[in-house]
């Protein structure tokens, strides 16, 4: 973990709590992380394992009516969660952007695209003009790759294709040159080709502008070859966190040696995918010790009874779980 002096984004004891008809939900438990400036963490998980309640929670945009958020979020040393709502909107979209995973719902759809990304300008810039905002918005699509950005930019979002929305999305998250982009799944139901498009691209704006990048994602396949570090998450807890190369070739828990052995490889022998056995936990009713333990294969007697700690399992490796040292990778990562 990088240094807390390093740090742009630190996350300490991040709790989020909904409040249901049917009870809480503990959907993010006691999760820490920090991420350096330049640098890019992958957090992956399952669907329902708190990667994107984590994400809406730093920006501030869970609903504080049935929603609990305790802990520690601090962007360039400043708390997140004690900020107030105006000086949040201050920060969303120039200093910290996100992009969402789903453009279509995100997008306005009676709006042309160009007026979206302008319109973010304006919102942190009053003193540009609309003719300069319209002029960065177009510059700013040619830079992510949409051909034709000036004819682009007159279209309505139904008008483009999904990964042109994704672009579209992006482009606007980056036109105020922020200082952290989070990625919530960018490359979610879109063909092979494109997602690599948009992770190119992503890593391409990091290099270039310098920016901190936090990829949520669930593929670990995904983000082999653009993160530097890794967060898996499990029932809204870390359950392992390290280098990159680290965790793939060394992981140091069995939930992630299940997802490394469900992403098809490019390479070597043909194989059956592997799968994890069972389904993730009703988050209303988490089982007691791990969370993980119902599905897992070297599961044994203080699995049920006791919370592995996250511990050290290597240098900057931790992994939360009793038999950490006897987790074989079936597949060496290249």
């Not at 009676?110 to 540009?128: F, P, T």
Request: hydrophobic share 45%; with cysteine; proline share 7%.
């Amino acid at each position: 973990m990088s240094s807390a002096n390093a740090s742009l984004l630190e996350v300490k004891d991040l709790e989020v709590q909904f409040s249901t008809d049917e009870g809480v939900v503990h959907a993010v438990d006691g999760v820490t992380f920090s991420v350096a400036p330049g640098e890019t963490l992958a957090v992956v998980g399952e669907s329902g394992s708190g990667k994107s309640v984590t994400a809406l929670s730093i920006m501030g945009l869970l609903d504080g009516r049935t929603t609990r958020v305790a802990g520690d979020v601090r962007f360039d040393s400043r708390s997140l969660l004690d900020a107030s709502e105006k000086d949040l909107a201050a920060l969303r979209g120039r200093d910290i952007a996100m992009v969402f995973q789903d453009p279509m719902m995100s997008l306005n759809p009676v709006m042309r695209v160009g007026e979206q990304i302008a319109e973010a300008v304006r919102v942190h810039d009053r003193a540009v003009r609309r003719t300069e905002a319209w002029r960065r918005a177009v510059e700013m699509l040619d830079e992510v790759g949409v051909a034709d950005a000036a004819g682009r930019a007159r279209d309505f979002p139904h008008q483009l294709s999904g990964g042109m929305r994704q672009r579209v999305m992006i482009a606007m998250a980056l036109v105020n040159r922020p200082r952290l982009l989070l990625a919530d799944e960018p490359t979610t139901a879109l063909d092979v080709t494109t997602q690599a498009q948009v992770l190119e691209l992503l890593a391409g704006a990091q290099r270039s502008m310098g920016l901190a990048l936090l990829l949520i994602t669930h593929d670990l396949g995904v983000v082999a070859g653009v993160a530097d570090r890794i967060v898996v998450m499990y029932a809204g807890r870390i359950v392992e966190e390290g280098p990159v190369e680290d965790v793939f070739r060394r992981a140091g828990h069995p939930y992630t040696v299940g997802l490394l052995a469900s992403v098809p490889r490019p390479t070597g022998a043909r194989r059956r995918l592997d799968a994890i056995a069972g389904t993730p936990p009703n988050p209303l009713r988490i089982p007691h010790g791990c969370a993980f333990q119902p599905r897992c294969p070297m599961a044994g007697t203080p699995c049920s009874f006791q919370l592995p700690p996250l511990r050290e399992v290597g240098p900057e490796h931790r992994s939360a779980c009793f038999y950490a040292e006897d987790v074989v990778v079936p597949l060496q990562w290249p």
